[in-house]
């Protein structure tokens, strides 16, 4: 089974590691179900859909999908570990759906495949 239980708990209610709860199984039936994490995220024991640990080059629209997507730009711009959806998901410098776009300040640098401070990015006029 892929339930467990808290100390003190009266009820087998908490997904084990690898699984998640999802609110419509409840929804529907009044009683927990957990499903196996999805390919992309990672899940502790407890984990929800809303608290889906995203791993590392994947990227998720909003914390009720159980669709994760591959970044374009890979782990650059999606590290894993720093949010459940959206730009949360983002690392620094890089924003947008599937943190495809530079954030305002910053540009892409193509070799690197990573968004740079335009502050800390100096380019002499040729």
């Given at each position: 089974?892929?339930?467990?239980?808290?100390?003190?708990?009266?009820?087998?209610?908490?997904?084990?590691?690898?699984?998640?709860?999802?609110?419509?199984?409840?929804?529907?039936?009044?009683?927990?179900?957990?499903?196996?994490?999805p390919d992309g995220a990672?899940?502790?024991?407890?984990?929800?859909?809303?608290?889906?640990?995203?791993?590392?080059?994947?990227?998720?629209?909003?914390?009720?999908?159980?669709?994760?997507?591959?970044?374009?730009w890979g782990k650059a711009?999606?590290?894993?570990?720093?949010?459940?959806?959206?730009?949360?998901?983002?690392?620094?410098?890089?924003?947008?759906?599937?943190?495809?776009?530079?954030?305002?300040?910053?540009?892409?640098?193509?070799?690197?495949?990573?968004?740079?401070?335009?502050?800390?990015?100096?380019?002499?006029?040729?």
């Amino acid at each position: 089974a892929a339930y467990t239980s808290g100390k003190g708990s009266s009820s087998c209610d908490t997904c084990v590691k690898d699984h998640y709860q999802h609110p419509e199984d409840s929804a529907q039936n009044g009683t927990h179900s957990c499903r196996p994490c999805p390919d992309g995220a990672s899940c502790s024991e407890g984990t929800t859909l809303a608290t889906l640990n995203i791993d590392r080059s994947f990227f998720r629209f909003s914390n009720t999908s159980t669709t994760l997507h591959l970044c374009p730009w890979g782990k650059a711009a999606c590290p894993g570990n720093l949010g459940s959806f959206g730009r949360t998901i983002c690392a620094e410098g890089f924003d947008g759906p599937l943190c495809a776009a530079c954030s305002p300040g910053f540009h892409l640098d193509v070799l690197s495949r990573k968004c740079l401070d335009c502050e800390e990015t100096h380019v002499s006029p040729a």
